[in-house]
């Protein structure tokens, strides 16, 4: 059973910085595809940005396309997500999630793009004021 783990999270004024990062507990090498999602309150959980392990394909959701860089340590089982000019809106509770396999880099748009269940870290919260 793969735990994700999350860390990086926090308050920061707009315009500043944060990087989350992401860590398979067990070998990720059956997670070919990640990436991070948020669920700010009272809305629904939407994708952010995706990468494949092997090529580092990614994908970004367009609210943050330019601002948000994910990457990928596959040596350390660890994914990332720097964020840069944090706006208000970006607040929310982030979460990292893992599928086994992907059509393409933009596998969190829908189903028909991933292979097998989503893997879920606990979320970490970062807040934006």
């Known amino acids: 059973h793969v735990q994700l783990v999350e860390s990086g999270g926090g308050s920061v004024q707009p315009g500043g910085s944060l990087r989350l990062s992401c860590a398979a507990t067990?070998?990720?090498?059956?997670?070919?595809?990640m990436g991070w999602f948020r669920q700010a309150p009272g809305k629904e959980r939407e994708g952010v940005a995706s990468?494949?392990?092997?090529?580092?394909?990614?994908a970004y959701a367009d609210s943050v396309k330019g601002r948000f860089i994910i990457s990928r340590d596959n040596t350390k089982n660890t994914w990332y997500l720097q964020m840069n000019i944090l706006k208000p809106e970006d607040t929310a509770m982030y979460y990292c999630?893992?599928?086994?396999?992907?059509?393409?880099?933009?596998?969190?748009?829908?189903?028909?793009?991933?292979?097998?269940?989503?893997?879920w870290g606990q979320g970490t919260q970062v807040t934006v004021s």
């Open positions: 999630a893992a599928v086994v396999g992907c059509v393409t880099a933009s596998w969190w748009r829908d189903r028909g793009q991933r292979k097998g269940p989503i893997s």
């Open positions: 067990v070998n990720s090498n059956n997670l070919n595809c």
């Open positions: 990468i494949t392990r092997i090529h580092g394909g990614t």
